[in-house]
């Protein structure tokens, strides 16, 4: 069966992400990849960074482009990593939206890209 050929072949990937640091690591067929159209929506209501980043839509595949490329591709790592940095409240209020902001005080944009 070719899916768990695959998932044994690239095991040492796996096992590298989760010795360097990652809480859990899998690695799935590519079609097991969901892409949903509803994230597009999220990202311009819900984020002030909509369209201000490379990353971000609309600069960023669209849901439709992004299931192409995944379709090119047997397998997927997918890793899972756990933050151990802490932030306090009011950095956490600004930390969106500090470079398009330009309310926020000089000192906590300091202390953000401290962050």
Not at 18 to 36: P, Q
Request: with cysteine.
């Amino acid at each position: 069966m070719l899916s768990q050929i695959g998932l044994e072949k690239f095991d040492f990937l796996r096992k590298m992400a989760l010795k360097m640091g990652a809480v859990d690591a899998k690695i799935i067929t590519a079609d097991k990849v969901v892409v949903e159209d509803r994230i597009v929506l999220k990202c311009k209501v819900g984020c002030t960074n909509y369209g201000k980043t490379l990353a971000c839509p609309p600069h960023a595949p669209t849901p439709e482009e992004f299931r192409k490329i995944v379709s090119e591709y047997s397998y997927a790592l997918f890793m899972k990593f756990k933050s151990r940095t802490k932030a306090d409240s009011k950095l956490a209020e600004h930390l969106s939206k500090v470079e398009t902001d330009a309310t926020i005080p000089q000192g906590i944009k300091n202390k953000i890209h401290e962050f």
